[in-house]
């Protein structure tokens, strides 16, 4: 790969990045209105759930548009690696603002009062999870802002590197369609 091919590469990625941040940080929002309605919960799921087709149809878009229709596997898990990396940062970010500024403990209260229904105490018992649960929501509620976007920018970016080798199998093409 060229400087040049380089450059362009990280250029499409930010780029896509950012619209995969925007997707997650939609789904993030829709997760912490969905603690208290349902519905955005499964909407917050769905969001979730179409990152890697996402991420597919913006490879094809690179693959089609910046390399003029052919890529190579090793390229394009570059590319959606590059994707879910500038997400995550932006994504990181988001989360630590909302955290830091805006949810004042809300979404452990939410998570709290959830756990707390009787049904919720019953199931967790049957399962014999309930220690386990307090014990989480107790060190949920020790963390600080900056330990949840750090957490959750690890995971991504993780993610990320898992994930990009299929989608690059999936859609990586040695002859421009005619």
Same mark, same amino acid.
């Given at each position: 790969?060229?400087?040049?091919?380089?450059?362009?590469?990280?250029?499409?990625?930010?780029?896509?990045? %950012?619209?995969?941040?925007?997707?997650?940080?939609?789904?993030?929002?829709?997760?912490?209105?969905?603690?208290?309605?349902?519905?955005?919960?499964?909407?917050?799921?769905?969001?979730?759930? %179409?990152?890697?087709?996402?991420?597919?149809?913006?490879?094809?878009? $690179?693959?089609?548009?910046?390399?003029?229709?052919?890529?190579?596997?090793? *390229?394009?898990?570059?590319?959606?690696?590059?994707?879910?990396?500038?997400?995550?940062?932006?994504?990181? +970010?988001?989360?630590? $603002?909302?955290?830091?500024?805006?949810?004042?403990?809300?979404? +452990?209260?939410?998570?709290?009062?959830?756990?707390?229904?009787?049904?919720?105490?019953?199931?967790?018992?049957?399962?014999?999870?309930?220690?386990?649960?307090?014990?989480?929501?107790?060190?949920?509620?020790?963390?600080?802002?900056?330990?949840?976007?750090?957490?959750?920018?690890?995971?991504?970016?993780?993610?990320?590197?898992?994930?990009?080798?299929?989608?690059?199998?999936?859609?990586? *093409?040695?002859?421009?369609?005619?």
């Amino acid at each position: 790969m060229t400087p040049a091919e380089y450059i362009q590469l990280k250029a499409f990625a930010r780029i896509d990045g %950012a619209l995969l941040a925007v997707l997650w940080i939609a789904s993030f929002a829709c997760y912490v209105v969905g603690v208290a309605n349902p519905v955005y919960g499964i909407l917050a799921v769905v969001l979730m759930v %179409a990152t890697p087709f996402f991420v597919c149809r913006r490879l094809g878009k $690179f693959r089609d548009e910046g390399r003029n229709g052919v890529i190579s596997l090793k *390229r394009g898990w570059a590319y959606a690696a590059y994707v879910f990396f500038y997400a995550a940062i932006l994504l990181a +970010l988001a989360q630590y $603002f909302y955290f830091a500024y805006m949810d004042r403990g809300y979404l +452990l209260q939410s998570l709290t009062d959830l756990v707390s229904t009787p049904e919720a105490k019953q199931a967790l018992e049957q399962y014999g999870l309930q220690q386990s649960m307090s014990e989480n929501l107790t060190l949920m509620g020790q963390m600080r802002p900056i330990d949840y976007a750090v957490n959750v920018l690890m995971a991504n970016i993780m993610m990320g590197i898992v994930l990009g080798l299929p989608i690059a199998a999936v859609m990586q *093409r040695s002859k421009a369609k005619s």
